[in-house]
């Protein structure tokens, strides 16, 4: 969206404000989450809303705290945890019953107190986003605990800001998760939640005006962490597809298997194996390796609506082994004419193929099956069902390009 079209959507009569608070087996810290937040906005209309994705009893405990709770709070409880903490955070802004709403941990990190100078901040009339921002002055991150977790934090908000140096140019904290958002200014429809970091998501997706207030991040007071080196993977992959789309995506995954070919090739070559042999199984093993990052860092938005894995696995295998087995004599062609070594050859062929691997995969690979459906833009019309013409104009312009920063 150019700007913020401040246009009112199904706002719940006498609610100003929603909390969303996703949650995964944080059930020791809703009763005392939901009494702070109250008494921070004691004199406000607003609810408490819980998008819960726990395996443990955070849903009943939520509506026993509801129960006598000073304002209203609801849960919506997720049976299947799509895109994770921020496709919770997506769930529960389409479900607020405000249109401004505050975002916050359930681990209690996230002090409610500071939730009405974030009001106060987004009442001014020049923001549409309001971050509350560890590294502002003022702010604090001694609740990230251990220094190494400190020093991970600042590497990716560094990272994260040099990709995107214009949008996040006044935001100090992208990547927290406690923050205000006017939701009129969102394409929700638009974000593709993945992992921890939705505020980044909307930062890089939206052109929105940021604030920022001063947040003293506390430690955790039950529980535990949920970051990972899982987590780190998904983030690096997400802030991958932000910057510069799936295309590059599946080119890096391209370029990580082409290594691998490569190294493959040399390791047998150095062991006496002939040139082709080696060429054959460098191709398969990477073959495999490039499906499953492909699975899940580049078409694992599209998983859900195409074919079940097997014949994704079925359809991907015999294209690139059909493919391999017309590079490769090639290669043979390029080492035997033009006398240049095998590895150059292999690297010159792997490049070319990068389009027709890419077009295939988002083409077929990955189409919806056929009967599946997706609706108008606005909603209300019909279902349409997509042509091949349509989904190779939608797999270049909006997947391979999208969404980067011009």
């Known amino acids: 969206m150019p700007s913020c079209q401040r246009v009112r959507r199904g706002t719940h009569v006498g609610i100003a404000v929603t ?56 849960v919506i409880h997720r049976s299947a945890n799509t895109g994770g903490l921020s496709g919770a955070v997506v769930v529960g802004l389409a479900a607020a019953h405000g249109d401004v709403c505050v975002v916050m941990d359930g681990d209690l990190q996230h002090p409610p107190e500071l939730v009405p100078s974030m009001l106060e901040r987004f009442e001014r009339g020049d923001a549409d986003v309001v971050v509350a921002s560890r590294y502002v002055g003022g702010g604090d991150s001694a609740g990230l605990g251990t220094t190494m977790r400190f020093r991970v934090s600042r590497v990716s908000t560094w990272l994260t800001k040099a990709m995107f140096p214009r949008r996040l140019a006044d935001a100090t904290d992208p990547m927290t998760g406690f923050f205000l958002v006017d939701r009129r200014c969102l394409d929700l429809a638009a974000l593709r939640p993945q992992g921890f970091k939705i505020l980044l998501e909307i930062l890089a997706r939206t052109d929105v005006r940021v604030a920022e207030v001063p947040m003293a991040f506390s430690e955790r007071r039950s529980g535990t962490s949920k970051a990972s080196l899982r987590q780190g993977a998904t983030f690096i992959a997400h802030l991958a597809r932000l910057r510069f789309g799936k295309m590059s995506l599946f080119a890096l995954i391209g370029a990580i298997g082409a290594l691998a070919n490569l190294g493959i090739m040399w390791l047998l070559t150095s062991l006496g194996m002939p040139y082709v042999w080696a060429a054959i199984i460098g191709a398969e093993v990477t073959i495999i390796g490039n499906f499953l990052l492909q699975e899940r860092f580049v078409f694992g938005d599209m998983r859900g609506d195409a074919r079940g894995v097997w014949s994704r696995f079925a359809a991907s295998f015999t294209f690139n082994n059909v493919e391999a087995a017309l590079r490769i004599p090639i290669m043979v062609l390029m080492v035997e004419t033009w006398h ?55 797999a270049i312009d909006a997947e391979a390009m999208r969404p980067g920063e011009l």
Do not use: C, K, M, W
Not at 19 to 33: C, G, H, M, Y
Not at 48 to 70: C, H, K, M, Q, Y
């Open 19 to 74: 909390v969303i608070v996703p949650t995964f087996n944080e059930r020791d810290n809703v009763a005392e989450l939901v009494a702070r937040t109250a008494a921070a906005l004691r004199g406000r209309e607003a609810e408490i809303l819980f998008v819960d994705d726990s395996g443990d009893d955070t849903a009943a405990e939520v509506e026993r705290v509801a129960a006598n709770a000073p304002l209203p709070v609801r």
């Open 340 to 394: 240049i070594s095998s590895v150059l050859a292999t690297a010159i062929s792997l490049v070319v193929a990068f389009f027709a691997r890419f077009l295939f995969h988002s083409l077929f690979v990955y189409a919806p099956r056929r009967g599946r459906t997706r609706a108008a833009s606005d909603g209300d019309a019909a279902p349409t069902t997509d042509t091949a013409a349509q989904r190779i104009i939608r």
